[in-house]
């Protein structure tokens, strides 16, 4: 029979889309189940054939606890803001909302035909204002929370309050930007201002002066994971570190119980490395150092508060504001351009440039309070301001950086300062010095050491032991126009929040998407932007006057922002008088299978962490972790193509000439090779881009071979397979087995269309099984014992294989199975319809079709998944190997159940054994039941 793959999708794609097959109810007795993909982001390109491995694991696992009878929660949506539309936006003019429209379609278009179960009906768009309104409710909760460390939990603002009023600052433990000591007194009589003013100190969402990537370029704000070798990934523009105002969310917060929760979660633990390295806790001491004729002081955080009386110099990172208050005039020039040099690296370079040591003297020293030597106090880059306090007391002897740093700077900058020859250079020389012998710790190990010096540094009331972590908060603003505006205000310079009444506040239209003529965010383009506080509505901002009428906030927030909650909209999406309903929320629970990218390991996985705790604090939902379980799929490969120009000219060698000549790799199309192979089709590639067309090829053998080379498909590297066109040549059920049977999950590996075929070639002989020639014919006969063993080992083969995540084993048993039933010319009724089942969270479309020609007129995806039955297995028969003085000579095929004397009794009776032994008897019998027998003569 024809396996038409094309009628056959378009038609239960269809089906399914008309009777909403996959729509999930919130209230069933039946147990939920969610699974869900990483929210992908809608680019122009589409669709290649490696974005859907992660999201037909995700649809097989989906449709498998369907099959068990779980109520399956399976959503898809879209984090539709962000910079890539934006930047179309600005050059083409278009409006960023048609461009992520086009986008959606088209990712729409290309999952729909892939067959995916999801439930469309609930599909979000984190552009749609619908989505943003409770995005921006959140932040509004997180600015009216601050975090108590007594409860270890985020409260209502309202309670910080009212301690203020009672009690001041006393008995708080709260987590702050700055310590802050008032009496009850004291807050009662401060103006309305300076009580806003110390509520930011507090504030889950707060607004500060930070070091930020800033591109002027593209105009905003970059996180670190958009910035690449200094420049903005998008569009190679220099990136800078700058100063300034922005919203951030304080995640620092939650630090530790971010560190904790890792625990019982059953992610990759490369993934868990990952965020505790980023959460980054550390046990230590602060220590405050005095300096040498000023009345500022220097307060360090270090891990080895035991390693002081090493200390012999000290470092600032360069933003640190202490710098300009210890910079001598002699110094400052050079430090300044150290300063400048430094801000156009990112956090992230300094981090990673471990060998190279840079930095500038300040001219100023320290006073080691343990040993009284004086220590010369330097700016570095490897220094950073967000960890610890911006400031390092430098141990050469035990830290290979200080000792790189003290050998490079230290010697040289001893001598031409005046009047401080009293420092021995030895002391930034060798690695074994320490100045003073510590010899209040001599002796100890090293915790007991590291106990006595807290406490004496604590004796001595210039420290305290503490605790610390790398992490920073949150940077939440962008200086973009496709983004989510902050529903904020400003009067006298202080922020304030709009109501809840008045939410969502939409994003303006503007007429231009680039800063304004005074440096202000796109939002400054609006004519339309301003809050009149009395009538609670968005007004001109001509109207302005700081009195009634007020600017409001310009920065949007961050791409980040709907993708920390929406796994919690896709519970109740049209829910218009809450993010989520309690009870569905309730229902449905934590996320208890996740597939996506390690990629979002310290992004978006720490902040909807984050942001679901908080929720929880607040009562709004009941699960501390958003994610249960987690898997990182891996990439799919794509073969790239070469051609190579010999250098200095415009000849081109075939890859076996290139040995003798000095040639340069150039990427060209896959679809310029001929059928797959590694053959340049030559007319192809001189009309592919007018600088070819004249090219000389040089051939071999009258062909022209590329070389070749598997890398991460991209549509740069000219490698991209579209599923659109496997979908039409081999079908969508074909794609997703090909893609499971690559390989395992979690790895990445090479894509090569000529595979398909053999998946292909499958798909027809499992669906012949189903025909007799041109006619479906089935028996309702009894299946034999033989027919039961492949299918029960096949059922028992896949549901250990899903379980784990092997979807690549489980299409070899398919295949394996499909050939043993051929040759049996199985077509029993009771073996074929419980394999389609058992093959269609793979194939779902084929299994479709085999299961309405069986009769049935329901979907096959709710059908009860077979259940594996081991006495199928169970032989009835045993071929015992039989030997003679230990030599085996034949196998003897008796039943199962026998016992060793009924073994023996038989075998003494069969020919080939009188025949053995020739007229000897035995002179002893060994018999293992269900192993062997051997007798020795």
Not at 673 to 697: C, S, V
């Amino acid at each position: 029979m024809f396996y038409d793959h094309q009628s056959i999708e378009k038609k239960w794609q269809n089906f399914w889309q008309e009777n909403q097959t996959y729509k999930t109810d919130n209230t069933t007795d039946k147990p939920k189940f969610y699974v869900l993909d990483m929210f992908p982001y809608p680019s122009g390109a589409g669709l290649h054939v490696g974005h859907p491995l992660g999201y037909i694991a995700s649809d097989i696992y989906a449709r498998y606890k369907r099959h068990q009878g779980f109520n399956v929660l399976h959503p898809i949506g879209y984090d539709s803001f962000g910079l890539p539309a934006e930047q179309y936006a600005i050059q083409t003019g278009q409006h960023p909302a048609i461009t992520t429209e086009e986008n959606i379609t088209r990712y729409e278009q290309q999952m729909r035909k892939i067959g995916f179960s999801f439930d469309w009906s609930r599909e979000v768009r984190t552009s749609d204002a619908s989505f943003y309104k409770w995005t921006q409710w959140i932040f509004l909760q997180l600015f009216d929370s601050w975090y108590n460390k007594s409860t270890d939990k985020a409260e209502p603002i309202s309670e910080l309050i009212r301690h203020f009023e009672e009690h001041g600052t006393q008995n708080l433990s709260a987590v702050q930007s700055d310590q802050l000591n008032f009496t009850a007194e004291e807050w009662r009589t401060a103006s309305n201002l300076d009580q806003q003013d110390i509520l930011l100190n507090y504030r889950l969402a707060f607004r500060a002066e930070t070091t930020v990537n800033w591109c002027p370029g593209l105009g905003t704000v970059l996180a670190n994971d958009e910035v690449k070798d200094g420049k903005s990934e998008r569009g190679g523009f220099p990136v800078f570190q700058k100063k300034m105002m922005q919203w951030s969310m304080r995640i620092t917060a939650y630090s530790e119980r971010l560190l904790q929760g890792l625990n019982d979660l059953d992610w990759p633990q490369p993934l868990k490395d990952s965020q505790e390295y980023w959460i980054g806790k550390s046990q230590g001491a602060q220590v405050t150092f005095e300096v040498e004729d000023s009345a500022e002081k220097i307060s360090v955080f270090t891990t080895r508060p035991d390693t002081i009386f090493g200390a012999t110099f000290m470092v600032l990172a360069p933003e640190n504001p202490l710098v300009k208050n210890f910079t001598i005039e002699g110094q400052k020039e050079e430090v300044e351009n150290y300063i400048e040099q430094t801000s156009k690296k990112t956090e992230r370079d300094r981090m990673s440039d471990v060998k190279n040591v840079s930095g500038a003297f300040t001219g100023a020293f320290a006073l080691n309070p343990f040993t009284n030597q004086k220590m010369p106090v330097y700016i570095s880059d490897y220094v950073l301001m967000g960890y610890g306090t911006g400031a390092v007391m430098a141990v050469p002897a035990h830290d290979d950086r200080d000792h790189r740093f003290a050998k490079k700077f230290c010697l040289s900058i001893i001598n031409v300062i005046e009047n401080k020859n009293d420092i021995q250079e030895e002391s930034f020389d060798s690695k074994d010095s320490v100045c003073v012998n510590s010899e209040l710790l001599n002796g100890l190990k090293y915790e007991e050491a590291k106990s006595l010096i807290i406490a004496e540094i604590e004796k001595k009331k210039i420290g305290h032991g503490t605790t610390n972590y790398r992490q920073r908060d949150a940077i939440f603003s962008r200086q973009r126009y496709w983004g989510e505006p902050v529903p904020v205000y400003y009067k006298e310079g202080m922020p304030y929040t709009l109501p809840v009444s008045v939410l969502p506040l939409e994003l303006p239209e503007v007429e231009k998407y680039l800063p304004t003529e005074d440096g202000d965010p796109p939002l400054g383009n609006a004519k339309n932007f301003a809050w009149d506080e009395m009538n609670e509505k968005i007004v001109s901002t001509d109207l302005i006057d700081d009195i009634n009428i007020f600017p409001i906030e310009l920065s949007t927030m961050p791409g980040w922002a709907g993708s920390s909650w929406y796994f919690l909209r896709y519970m109740d999406p049209k829910n218009d008088g809450s993010f989520c309903a309690k009870e569905i929320s309730d229902y449905w629970g934590q996320v208890d299978l996740y597939i996506g990218g390690s990629e979002h390991a310290t992004g978006h996985l720490l902040y909807s962490r984050f942001w679901n705790m908080f929720l929880k604090d607040r009562g709004y939902i009941n699960h501390d972790e958003p994610f249960k379980k987690l898997i990182n799929q891996g990439m799919i490969l794509g073969m790239s193509a070469f051609v190579l120009r010999i250098d200095g000219t415009n000849q081109y060698v075939s890859k076996g000439l290139a040995k003798d000549n000095k040639v340069q790799k150039i990427h060209v199309d896959v679809s310029l090779l001929k059928g797959g192979t590694d053959e340049l089709d030559i007319e192809k590639f001189k009309n592919w881009r007018a600088e070819y067309e004249n090219a000389e090829l040089i051939l071999e053998e009258g062909k022209f071979i590329t070389e070749r080379e598997v890398e991460k498909m991209s549509k740069s590297k000219y490698n991209v397979v579209n599923p659109d066109d496997i979908c039409e040549e081999y079908g969508a059920d074909c794609l997703r087995l090909y893609e499971m049977f690559l390989g395992p999950l979690e790895q990445s590996k090479p894509w090569n269309t000529q595979g398909l075929s053999g998946v292909y070639g499958f798909l027809k002989k499992f669906f012949n099984l189903y025909h007799n020639e041109e006619r479906f014919e089935i028996s309702e006969e009894e299946p034999t014992k033989a027919e039961y063993k492949i299918l029960h080992t096949l059922i028992k083969k896949v549901v250990a294989d899903i379980a784990n995540f092997s979807f690549n084993t489980s299409v070899s048993s398919f295949m394996i199975a499909v050939n043993e039933f051929q040759k049996l010319k199985t077509n029993k009724r009771e073996i074929l319809e419980a394999l389609a089942i058992v093959v269609s969270p793979y194939a779902p479309h084929i299994c479709e079709e085999l299961w309405r020609n069986l009769g049935h007129t329901n979907s096959i995806e709710f059908e009860k998944f077979p259940e594996f039955e081991e006495k199928y297995l169970i032989e009835d028969e045993f071929h015992y190997p039989v030997s003679f003085n230990g030599k085996m000579k034949f196998k003897l095929v008796l039943p199962s159940d026998l016992t060793a004397s009924e073994i023996e009794e038989i075998a003494l009776k069969e020919d080939r054994v009188i025949d053995q032994l020739a007229g000897n008897n035995p002179k002893k019998i060994i018999i293992v039941p269900k192993k062997i027998i051997n007798i020795v003569f």
